[in-house]
């Protein structure tokens, strides 16, 4: 996301450095600075921490631990853009996807820890 966001900004100089770029071009490239920031930030406020006492989900705008006993089962989705992963619990559902890093590890870390295996 950085480097998307960061290419983005080079795109944004690059037009003000241009003679005859035009104001939507400058539109454009403000528009995917704000998404790349916001999925950045996003993405690093994201946490699934996995513990003796259950699995703790930081967002950004909550966080909330779930005991391991609560957590029915746990769907690997493969699809075109990666896989995701569907856990589904008594409390709700909670969805990660191959975009965290290390996640086939904690896939596995919470399906030994919930006795799905």
């Not at 967002?59 to 989705?77: P, W």
């Not at 699809?79 to 909670?94: C, E, F, N, P, W």
């Amino acid at each position: 996301m950085l480097a998307a966001d960061s290419l983005w900004i080079a795109v944004f100089f690059a037009l003000a450095l241009m003679r005859g770029a035009t104001p939507g071009a400058f539109l454009s490239a403000a528009f995917f600075i704000a998404l790349f920031t916001a999925c950045a930030i996003f993405y690093n406020r994201l946490a699934f921490t996995v513990a003796d006492d259950g699995l703790t989900v930081r967002t950004f705008g909550a966080e909330r631990t779930l005991s391991f006993s609560d957590i029915l089962r746990v769907d690997v989705l493969p699809g075109i853009v990666g896989t995701s992963y569907a856990i589904r619990t008594r409390l709700g559902s909670l969805s990660f996807s191959s975009l965290l890093a290390g996640h086939q590890r904690l896939c596995s870390l919470i399906v030994s820890r919930a006795n799905l295996a």
